[in-house]
């Protein structure tokens, strides 16, 4: 689960978990499945090449050391070695499915049995051990088809030994995603595996009550992470999927969840079928959120337009999206109140800068400032502070959504939304009124910095008498997709935006502020090192109780659509 730490990544095995796989082995195994498994996870076929070819990339980083196994790659990336030690990589290799990738996938296996199987090594976390579960048990057929019986059976017998540990440790597992990754592993193994049948029940029970306490009643959860949402939903997807295959009904704390959860990812998904990215999540990765939402089969759409604290609005092939509530508690947390993404068809146009957590402390810290979204900001202030020095704490002084209102139109849902980040630093409050027309080709924005209140108009009084206030430097920031082609036009006063599927959108403003187009990033965990991007920039001076901006983002011209523009690009994993 890539949106939860999980501790210290190595470790020499506890004795604990040596004496409980020595007496699992020795115990009676499972020789065989009640049904067929079959494979639930998606990998990434690039991916799976590049491991073939002694490229291991994760985190935003490629190592390459041809001629290792995977347990012996030196590197510093975060987290690698639970990567590793709960074999997601396998995914990958089966995403290419060809002899080579079985050879490779089977070697590395039988050399973790050899090294670690017998309790030793940093793979003994019970999250890890849940994980591991699912991809062996998924990926069976793919490790043991052609191979003699008894190599057959010594593989089962380690499944059988992993789970009956797990049945015994999964209360050892952090509460929240790291115990609900434990439990649908002890659920999928006693579910497909002959003699576990015992730890089922136990096992459901809990990851029931743990899916009705993590998942809140609108379908969201506390880290507001859309990524983290699907990551969590998948599982108990997979969960729910195994009880089907064996004529059993999803108990009611992991079915409401469930329920609850798919039409808030319905509306977290930009029409190209990717997730808003905000608060730490990426897109997700390519198919897996249509697969998840395929298998529970809830159809139901998220009321309201307002899902897990994020507002959604439509119009034709476009999509916008906005961060409309505080931030939650957490270092992922991005100081983003306001913000928004939008995409048109299947290509994205406005977005985040999003997480930079995988290219290190510097980057993860510039992510999250308000700078590196689509919203006004403040020189010098993001609109929630920071803790000391990029320090583990939560943002400080956070932005409160002090109103929030959609209004129905003739032609087009109006959302007027305020927050209050800068009230207490500069008695201003910033009030964003966005208008998407019914037809997708046409939102108008009104941003203004205002002072509402009493205590705020007090406020800017007293910075003006003492002189420490002459106007207040802020800019409207537009992060724009590294696919897309911006240039400035008509004399410095427009800006085109060239998408790949031919579209031109033009962004207008209303003659104040200061029009510019400047450097800015793209970051995503799939990529290397972050991407060189553009962005927008409408930049002026509040020196009265209020101060707005006026702008449009338009469709140029008629949408073709052409095949380039139904076609995905594929995931990429380079720079």
């Known amino acids: 689960m890539s949106a939860e730490p999980t501790g210290k990544a190595a470790g020499p095995g506890r004795l604990g978990d040596r004496w409980a796989m020595w007496r699992g082995l020795r115990a009676r195994s499972a020789v065989g499945y009640i049904l067929p498994p079959e494979p639930r996870t998606i990998g990434l076929y690039a991916r799976g090449k590049m491991l073939l070819a002694g490229q291991f990339f994760h985190g935003g980083r490629l190592t390459e050391q041809p001629q290792a196994a995977i347990w012996d790659v030196h590197t510093d990336m975060a987290d690698f070695v639970d990567l590793t030690q709960g074999f997601v990589w396998l995914d990958d290799l089966a995403a290419v499915g060809d002899a080579r990738a079985r050879s490779l996938a089977r070697a590395w296996t039988e050399d973790w049995i050899a090294r670690f199987g017998a309790g030793r090594g940093p793979g003994w976390r019970p999250e890890l051990i849940g994980r591991r579960l699912i991809r062996w048990i998924s990926h069976d057929h793919f490790l043991t088809a052609g191979r003699p019986a008894p190599e057959v059976e010594a593989f089962r017998r380690h499944l059988t030994a992993q789970a009956r540990l797990l049945a015994r440790r999964w209360r050892k597992a952090r509460p929240g995603s790291a115990r609900i990754e434990a439990l649908t592993g002890m659920v999928i193994a006693g579910l497909a595996l002959m003699g576990l049948a015992d730890t089922v029940d136990p096992a459901l029970r809990a990851l029931s009550a743990e899916a009705a306490a993590v998942v809140d009643a609108e379908g969201g959860i506390a880290s507001r992470n859309p990524e983290e949402l699907l990551d969590l939903f998948t599982l108990f997807t997979w969960a729910e999927e195994a009880l089907a295959a064996n004529d059993r009904l999803a108990p009611p704390g992991l079915q409401g969840a469930i329920e609850r959860m798919a039409p808030v990812l319905r509306a977290l998904r930009h029409a190209d079928g990717g997730l808003a990215r905000f608060h730490g999540g990426g897109r997700g990765q390519e198919g897996r959120l249509d697969q998840a939402l395929a298998a529970a089969g809830v159809r139901a759409v998220a009321g309201q337009h307002l899902a897990m604290g994020y507002v959604r609005l439509q119009g034709g092939r476009t999509t916008l999206i906005v961060d409309g509530a505080s931030p939650p508690d ?78 129905p139109g003739e032609n087009g849902l109006a959302l007027h939304i305020v927050h209050d980040g800068w009230s207490r630093t500069h008695g201003l409050s910033h009030v964003r009124d966005l208008k998407l027309t019914n037809d997708g080709r046409h939102l108008t924005g009104i941003d203004r910095l205002s002072a509402i209140s009493t205590a705020e108009k007090r406020r800017v009084e007293q910075l003006m008498a003492e002189g420490r206030v002459q106007g207040v430097d802020f800019a409207l920031r537009f992060h724009i997709h590294p696919d897309v082609e911006p240039m400035l036009d008509m004399g410095g006063t427009a800006v085109s935006l060239a998408l790949r599927s031919g579209e031109i959108w033009v962004f207008r403003h209303d003659g104040v502020g200061r029009l510019s187009l400047d450097a800015s990033i793209y970051l995503e965990k799939t990529r290397m090192q972050p991407r060189a991007t553009r962005q927008i920039v409408l930049s002026w001076r509040a020196s009265d109780f209020e101060t707005s901006l006026v702008w449009t983002l338009a469709k140029a011209q008629d949408t073709p659509l052409a095949i380039r523009d139904l076609e995905r690009d594929e995931l990429a994993v380079t720079g």
């Open 330 to 407: 957490g270092r992922a947390a991005h100081a983003s109140t306001n913000a928004f993404e939008l995409t048109s068809g299947r290509r994205p146009l406005i977005v985040s800068c999003g997480s930079g957590t995988p290219f290190g402390e510097e980057w993860h810290q510039a992510g999250r400032a308000t700078a590196s979204h689509s919203t006004l900001c403040i020189e010098g202030y993001s609109s929630s502070r920071f803790g000391p020095a990029g320090g583990e704490e939560s943002l400080t002084d956070k932005a409160r959504v002090t109103a929030l209102r959609l209004t």
